[in-house]
Each structure stands twice: as C-alpha cells, then as structure tokens.
C-alpha cells in the first residue's frame, strides 16, 4: 500500500509504504536499494481516502517508520487492473523476494485481510477477490542533487 498524504503547502505529499513497523522498514530497505520499483495499491483505499490515483511525474516523499523521509520516488507507470491479471514483471518489482505471482498474492492478501488494514478502510470484513481493481504503480527514486 502506498498512502499519499499532504503534507505543509509547497512540500511533496508523503508516500507511506505498508504501516510503520517491521514490514514498511523492509519495503522501504528495498526501495533505498533499488530493488523495489513497483508497488500495488487497491483503488477502494484511495476511494475510502478520498484521495485521486497516482499519475504519472507526480513525485513525492518516502517516509520511514519514524515518519522521517528517506528518498523522493517519481511516479513512471500506472496502471489499474482486476486483480487476478497482475502480471508477474510487476510482482518481481516489488523487491519483496517473490518469485511467483501466487506467493505475491498471498502476501498481498495476508496484508489486505489484515485487522489493521481493515480497520483502516473501516470494515471489519474487508477483502479482496480476483475481480477486485488495483493500482499498479512503477517509480523511480529521485537522485538527490
């Protein structure tokens, strides 16, 4: 999950990579490292967040668990898709470790199913189905200059 938040006027709106914790350090390890540079987000969270898909160009902040920035990443693809048609190049860059789109879901689906995701979209039965559309998001980081 990538969460887009604003932040003050004229500074880039952070991009929150799972919850602060164990899984957002190793996603964000990987992104410092150039191992990830895809994500997936599920369209119901930005609607439930009332928060417009990401676009193309549009760059913003990395923040870590201490809600500290780490890297600007530049949007360079997006994508929305049924779930069951992610493509196995997109879960490959995630950087996570998997090697099949099968391991990719099932992680995906343990994090979606998960209590703090749903009380994030306030419903206690959330979930996720081969139909469900997600956002299938490619970035780049930012070389600092």
């Given at each position: 999950?990538?969460?887009?938040?604003?932040?003050?006027?004229?500074a880039?709106?952070?991009?929150?990579?799972?919850?602060?914790?164990?899984?957002?350090?190793?996603?964000?390890?990987?992104?410092?490292?150039?191992?990830?540079?895809?994500?997936t987000?599920?369209?119901?969270?930005?609607?439930?967040?009332?928060?417009?898909?990401?676009?193309?160009?549009?760059?913003?902040?990395?923040?870590?668990?201490?809600?500290?920035?780490?890297?600007?990443?530049?949007?360079?693809?997006?994508?929305?898709?049924?779930?069951?048609?992610?493509?196995?190049?997109?879960?490959?860059?995630?950087?996570?470790?998997?090697?099949?789109?099968?391991?990719?879901?099932?992680?995906?689906?343990?994090?979606?199913?998960?209590?703090?995701?749903r009380?994030?979209?306030?419903?206690?039965?959330?979930?996720?189905?081969?139909?469900?559309?997600?956002?299938?998001?490619?970035?780049?980081?930012?070389?600092?200059?």
């Open positions: 999950m990538t969460d887009h938040q604003n932040t003050d006027a004229g880039l709106p952070t991009a929150e990579f799972a919850f602060p914790g164990p899984v957002r350090d190793k996603l964000v390890a990987a992104i410092l490292g150039g191992a990830k540079t895809s994500t987000g599920l369209v119901a969270e930005y609607e439930h967040c009332g928060e417009a898909l990401p676009r193309v160009g549009a760059r913003s902040a990395v923040v870590d668990s201490d809600n500290r920035p780490v890297a600007v990443i530049e949007v360079t693809e997006v994508r929305v898709v049924a779930l069951a048609d992610v493509d196995l190049a997109h879960a490959l860059d995630e950087g996570e470790g998997h090697t099949t789109v099968a391991e990719w879901r099932a992680d995906h689906e343990t994090f979606w199913h998960s209590a703090e995701l009380a994030a979209m306030d419903d206690p039965a959330f979930t996720v189905d081969d139909a469900t559309p997600v956002v299938l998001e490619r970035f780049r980081v930012v070389p600092a200059s």
